[in-house]
């Protein structure tokens, strides 16, 4: 037992005395090694470098050439294609004024207006909206969830023809507004998901927004939902879910070409994130914008 004790303890000593030189040596031999390798990899990494940096350049001046070849022809694709109509510009929230601004480059050349603009204040005042409404059949609308949805439905298409009810309550249910609701041929629905609402706020604001979209499609007008490349999450989905026309891409030529034509008429999901078709309508089918075919209500 002795035996085999001192045994195991010189076995142990000679495995350790031998990693001690193992290191020794490795420290000197392996050092020169590790060095080398080091050096290879980090050439190799530089390599790999350079060739990224270098295909962002060549992708980065490709899609410069298209934006610029996009932005030259945008103007004799959609020259006066909405000639005479009044646009409307909603946004659920909030609006970007990057937003505007690409809504107003698109329907420079057309020939269309836009007349009015909007930001659908979240949450809604219910409280400001009812007294607003005080002795009409929508005042209960704070405790009640039908009449909120009977006001949303009812300013969304008036949004579009005009009315009483929009004229009584726009300053409480939008937050910023320029320009003349009513009279309009088109309205143009931006949304942003937002994560500070919660609970009963963030309910009542979704029911709201729902009503006055169906409302507004309940016309003759066309309602088109738009977002820009870096809108993230995405509301494609949702557009889609409710009915609407989509462009996820209104900061390029190509998703300004196809706000035009949805306008115009043209139908379906257009851009280029997941859940669009296409990246834009037939290009061959004028749209035929009039400012004739309203629903009055």
């Known amino acids: 037992m002795g035996y085999s004790a001192r045994y195991h303890a010189a076995s142990l000593a000679a495995v350790f005395f031998a990693l001690a030189i ?139 023809s005009g009315g009483r009810v929009l004229a009584a309550t726009q300053s409480e249910l939008l937050s910023q507004s320029s320009g003349q609701f009513g009279g309009l041929d088109g309205l143009i629905i931006y949304r942003e998901e937002s994560d500070e609402l919660e609970g009963e706020a963030a309910q009542q604001s979704r029911r709201l927004n729902r009503s006055l979209i169906s409302g507004a499609e309940s016309t003759f007008a066309r309602v088109v939902g738009v977002e820009e490349v870096g809108t993230d999450p995405s509301s494609v989905a949702y557009f889609n879910d409710n009915g609407l026309t989509s462009i996820d891409n209104l900061d390029q030529p190509a998703g300004k070409v196809s706000l035009v034509y949805a306008l115009g008429g043209a139908e379906g999901s257009f851009g280029v994130k997941d859940g669009s078709e296409r990246l834009f309508p037939e290009l061959i089918r004028q749209p035929s914008g009039s400012g004739n075919q309203r629903k009055q209500g």
């Open 22 to 160: 193992g290191i020794l040596v490795g420290s000197q031999v392996g050092g020169d090694v590790l060095d080398n390798t080091r050096k290879d990899l980090e050439s190799s990494l530089t390599g790999d470098l350079d060739d990224a940096r270098g295909q962002i350049d060549d992708l980065e001046t490709e899609i410069s050439q298209a934006d610029n070849f996009g932005t030259s022809v945008f103007p004799a694709l959609t020259e006066n294609q909405l000639a005479g109509m009044r646009i409307g510009l909603v946004g659920l929230g909030s609006l970007p004024d990057g937003v505007s601004d690409s809504v107003g480059d698109a329907l420079a050349p057309t020939g269309g207006k836009l007349a009015a603009v909007g930001v659908v204040r979240e949450p809604p005042d219910t409280k400001a909206l009812s007294g607003d409404l005080a002795g009409t059949g929508l005042a209960r609308l704070n405790r009640n969830n039908s009449a909120l949805e009977r006001y949303g439905r009812t300013a969304g298409r008036q949004m579009i």
